[in-house]
Nanobody, 112 residues
Framework: QVQLVESGGGLVQPGGSLTLSCAAS????????MGWYRQAPGKERELVATITSGGSTNYADSVKGRFTISRDNAKNTLYLQMNGLKPEDTAVYYC??????RGRGTQVTVSS
């Protein structure tokens, strides 16, 4: 059974940085397309970044140039480096596997 566990969320001031991690068990991330999406209260779910098994990345316009998705195949872990955080980035962030499997999420709050 595949399990994805996100970590690294927290409270950060505008302009700050956070790195989210998604540790996988029961599946090898390197052979899957993976992504991060976020869900804020009262807003639609937004897919913010994806990475293919071949390493190609794609980003939502709202985070392009600020967020970086990556993976460490040796650690079977997916990352989301977030720089230049804005209050509108506040949301619960989930990692998601190409078959729809997702973790329980980690809260990111950007506030002064």
């Amino acid at each position: 059974q595949v399990q994805l566990v996100e970590s690294g969320g927290g409270l950060v001031q505008p302009g700050g940085s956070l790195t989210l991690s998604c540790a996988a068990s029961g599946s090898i991330l390197s052979i899957n397309d993976m992504g991060w999406y976020r869900q804020a209260p009262g807003k639609e779910r937004e897919l913010v970044a994806t990475i293919t098994s071949g390493g190609s990345t794609n980003y939502a316009d709202s985070v392009k140039g600020r967020f970086t998705i990556s993976r460490d195949n040796a650690k079977n872990t997916l990352y989301l480096q977030m720089n230049g955080l804005k209050p509108e980035d506040t949301a619960v962030y989930y990692c998601v596997k190409d078959d729809g499997t997702r973790g329980r999420g980690t809260q990111v709050t950007v506030s002064s």
